[in-house]
């Protein structure tokens, strides 16, 4: 089945500053990618996804990459605010159901 | 629109146990899944449902039975609860499975003493 590994696991940031997020995947038959953000004790809730048909989207402060060559893709977040806070979790499918989950990274932004 | 609701929030059970989890979404969804969140490990698919009456195996199905008898209701059962089973179950739904957004519940918290 479909292997996602995410990094970092934990990500430090300044207010203000940008933070990455990059994860791999293994099946190269995945096409949708889905980032998810879980605030503490709440329930994980799609911020952005993309498809396997193009290499970049982006959403206000929000970014995605994907290159499908080296099957990776990545969440950008620029200007980061304290309510950028929160576990944020990528995903992979293959025009299926099953989404196949990152671990996770807990960003925390600082003031 | 209510969305995913699941039932209970929280449980503690005794080694043994057995209970039910149930879901339900108002939103006319097909695919509804159970996944469940152990620290550092992300979400795990357990089960899932394709449409009412069906149900298929996800990641980690072993101690878990499903049933979806009604499209908008999906119950995930432990019929003898294991310390290891001590998790956060999310149950979720889509409108079809190619890409289309999951939505997911609130979250039940079960922990097995």
């Known amino acids: 089945g479909e292997n996602v590994e995410q990094h970092p696991s934990t990500l430090s940031v300044q207010e203000g500053d940008s933070a990455v997020i990059k994860c791999t995947y293994s099946?190269?038959?995945?096409?949708?990618f889905p980032w998810y953000k879980q605030e503490l004790g709440k329930r994980p809730q799609l911020i952005i996804d993309?498809?396997?048909?193009?290499g970049e989207k982006k959403d206000q402060r929000i970014a995605v990459t994907l290159n499908k060559t080296a099957k990776h893709f990545s969440l950008h977040i620029t200007e980061t605010q304290p309510e950028d806070s929160a576990v944020y979790f990528c995903?992979?499918?293959?025009?299926?159901?099953?989404?196949?989950f990152g671990a996770g990274t807990t960003v925390t932004v600082r003031a | 629109n209510a969305g995913v609701t699941q039932t209970p929030k929280f449980r503690v059970l005794k080694t043994g146990q057995s209970m039910t989890l149930l879901c339900a979404q108002d939103?006319?969804?097909?695919?509804m899944y159970w996944y469940r969140q152990d620290p550092g490990m992300g979400l795990r698919l357990i089960h899932y449902?394709?449409?009412?009456?069906?149900?298929a195996k996800g990641e980690v199905p072993d101690g878990y039975n499903v049933s979806r008898l009604k499209k908008q209701n999906f119950l995930l059962g432990l019929e003898s609860a294991a310390p290891s089973q001590t998790s956060v179950y999310f149950c979720?739904?889509?409108?079809?499975?190619?890409?289309?957004?999951?939505?997911f519940g609130e979250g039940s918290w079960l922990t097995v003493v």
């Open positions: 449902s394709v449409g009412e009456g069906t149900t």
């Open positions: 995903a992979a499918s293959k025009n299926d159901y099953k989404l196949s």
């Open positions: 993309i498809r396997s048909n193009v």
């Open positions: 939103m006319n969804h097909e695919y």
């Open positions: 099946d190269s038959a995945s096409n949708y």
């Open positions: 979720a739904s889509s409108y079809s499975g190619s890409g289309n957004t999951i939505y």
